[in-house]
């Protein structure tokens, strides 16, 4: 590409020459008489000179032009593109290193305080160490202040959470489910799909009448209402209120207020009536 730009420029350059000399050789015989049969043919010839002078300079300062911007955005995105290399470079090394460590933990030499206890047990107990490190360390991240460095490593754990789930299966259920849970809240402000996708993930895992999995139900809700799927969300929120519980309780009655998550949903016929159904079962299941 670089080497068709640079031909096309030269033979730009050449005609806008050609035509630069047409025009002085025009003007030459212009000056000498040596064409000029009247004064009518000698004002259409300085005419045409004119012109083409014009035409000359304006070719070759477009292509001039055109190729140095050519060159100075081809000069930026190799930049940038050396910038992405390197970043996810970064980004793959930390995940080979957190994967390395995981393998040393399961063939780590059991400790003589643990002779009694099964190696299977304590290999789980190392797995789910793991799992709640990844947790505190993006506990304290919050989706709608994440930057290009905080996306990244968030990369890094979900490729390590995954990892951890292929060799710890469903022993580590309760753990990864917990962590499974942040990675959906962080990508709440940004990806609804791979939001969704996690929801999901937690729900496989946890126990169905945990507490962690009526709150994703109620998650669950609120992307089918965002994406005013309003049958399906309240048909999570039915799940969501099998166990009742002063938090979701708390959240619902915000959510259905006026600019509320679920305002959309407790004004839209006939989930309305179904949903005023909903609460009045829980004001009784409370009394």
């Given at each position: 590409?670089?080497?068709?730009?640079?031909?096309?420029?030269?033979?730009?350059?050449?005609?806008?020459?050609?035509?630069?000399?047409?025009?002085?050789?025009?003007?030459?015989?212009?000056?000498?008489?040596?064409?000029?049969?009247?004064?009518?043919?000698?004002?259409?010839?300085?005419?045409?000179?004119?012109?083409?002078?014009?035409?000359?300079?304006?070719?070759?300062?477009?292509?001039?032009?055109?190729?140095?911007?050519?060159?100075?955005?081809?000069?930026?995105?190799?930049?940038?593109?050396?910038?992405?290399?390197?970043?996810?470079?970064?980004?793959?090394?930390?995940?080979?290193?957190?994967?390395?460590?995981?393998?040393?933990?399961?063939?780590?030499?059991?400790?003589?305080?643990n002779a009694n206890e099964p190696a299977a047990q304590r290999e789980v107990q190392n797995l789910d160490a793991q799992v709640d490190a990844i947790v505190r360390q993006i506990a304290k991240w919050s989706s709608a202040t994440l930057d290009?460095?905080?996306?990244?490593?968030?990369?890094?754990?979900?490729?390590?959470?995954?990892?951890?789930?292929?060799?710890?299966?469903?022993?580590?259920?309760?753990?990864?489910?917990?962590?499974?849970r942040h990675f959906a809240e962080l990508h709440a402000a940004s990806d609804k799909t791979r939001q969704r996708f996690y929801l999901n993930r937690v729900l496989s895992l946890a126990p169905p009448d945990s507490r962690l999995a009526s709150?994703?139900?109620?998650?669950?809700?609120?992307?089918?209402?965002?994406?005013?799927?309003?049958?399906?969300?309240?048909?999570?929120?039915?799940?969501?209120?099998?166990?009742?519980?002063?938090?979701?309780?708390?959240?619902?009655?915000?959510?259905?207020?006026?600019?509320?998550?679920?305002?959309?949903?407790?004004?839209?016929?006939?989930?309305?009536?179904?949903?005023?159904?909903?609460?009045?079962?829980?004001?009784?299941?409370?009394?």
């Amino acid at each position: 590409m670089v080497t068709l730009r640079k031909v096309t420029l030269v033979a730009v350059l050449l005609a806008s020459l050609a035509v630069l000399a047409l025009a002085v050789y025009l003007f030459w015989d212009i000056g000498s008489g040596q064409h000029i049969l009247d004064d009518q043919i000698g004002d259409m010839e300085l005419l045409v000179g004119i012109l083409l002078a014009s035409c000359g300079l304006y070719a070759i300062v477009f292509a001039l032009s055109s190729y140095s911007s050519a060159m100075s955005f081809a000069r930026q995105a190799d930049q940038s593109i050396a910038a992405i290399r390197d970043q996810l470079g970064a980004a793959m090394s930390e995940l080979r290193i957190l994967q390395e460590e995981a393998r040393q933990v399961l063939h780590r030499t059991p400790q003589p305080q643990n002779a009694n206890e099964p190696a299977a047990q304590r290999e789980v107990q190392n797995l789910d160490a793991q799992v709640d490190a990844i947790v505190r360390q993006i506990a304290k991240w919050s989706s709608a202040t994440l930057d290009s460095q905080a996306k990244l490593e968030l990369q890094h754990y979900e490729s390590a959470a995954a990892y951890l789930e292929l060799i710890g299966g469903a022993q580590l259920g309760a753990s990864l489910a917990g962590l499974y849970r942040h990675f959906a809240e962080l990508h709440a402000a940004s990806d609804k799909t791979r939001q969704r996708f996690y929801l999901n993930r937690v729900l496989s895992l946890a126990p169905p009448d945990s507490r962690l999995a009526s709150e994703t139900h109620y998650d669950l809700a609120g992307w089918f209402a965002d994406n005013r799927d309003f049958s399906h969300a309240l048909g999570e929120l039915t799940l969501a209120f099998q166990h009742q519980s002063k938090t979701l309780d708390d959240r619902l009655a915000r959510d259905i207020e006026e600019g509320g998550r679920l305002y959309q949903l407790a004004s839209t016929p006939p989930f309305e009536k179904a949903l005023n159904d909903l609460l009045l079962n829980m004001s009784i299941g409370i009394g």
